[in-house]
């Protein structure tokens, strides 16, 4: 049976006195960026399936997705994409258990931070 008289232990900090850590935002931006893939990948698979099904059908899609919206969409897949990678392998190093440290830990952050930034720009001047 549980304790209810827990004495004088502290509670957990709640979310307005936590100050989210660089590593823990990074974290999370790595599994809102894979979802995000998901979603562009959708748009391109549609995109795909356009050029199969009619020309009509075809102009329709293509149209989304060279309009200024699905530009944004695919600008920020290729960002999402640099930074989902830089992340894994962030994380690949992590589960080999080097540079746990919490310098070396926010460094690699800034690195997935920048790196993503950098190879997008990158990218975007190459194509």
């Known amino acids: ?17 936590y ?3 660089l590593n823990s935002i990074t974290s999370i931006l790595t599994r ?4 995000a893939l998901i979603v562009a990948s959708l748009l391109i698979v549609w995109w795909f399936l356009a050029a199969a099904t009619s020309a ?10 060279t309009s200024w919206f699905g ?3 695919m600008l920020l897949s ?16 992590w589960d080999n258990a080097m540079m746990l440290e919490m310098e070396q830990a926010e460094g690699l952050s800034w690195i ?8 997008t720009i990158f990218t975007i001047i190459v194509l």
């Open 56 to 65: 009509e059908y075809f102009a329709v899609a293509n149209a989304v997705l």
């Open 71 to 73: 530009d944004l969409v």
């Open 78 to 93: 290729i960002w999402a994409l640099w930074y989902h990678t830089l992340a894994g392998v962030r994380h690949l190093i």
């Open 112 to 119: 997935v931070i920048i790196g993503s930034a950098i190879l």
């Open 1 to 17: 049976m549980a304790d209810v008289n827990r004495g004088n232990r502290p509670l957990s900090p709640h979310l307005t006195i």
């Open 19 to 21: 100050r989210p850590q």
């Open 32 to 35: 809102i960026t894979g979802n």
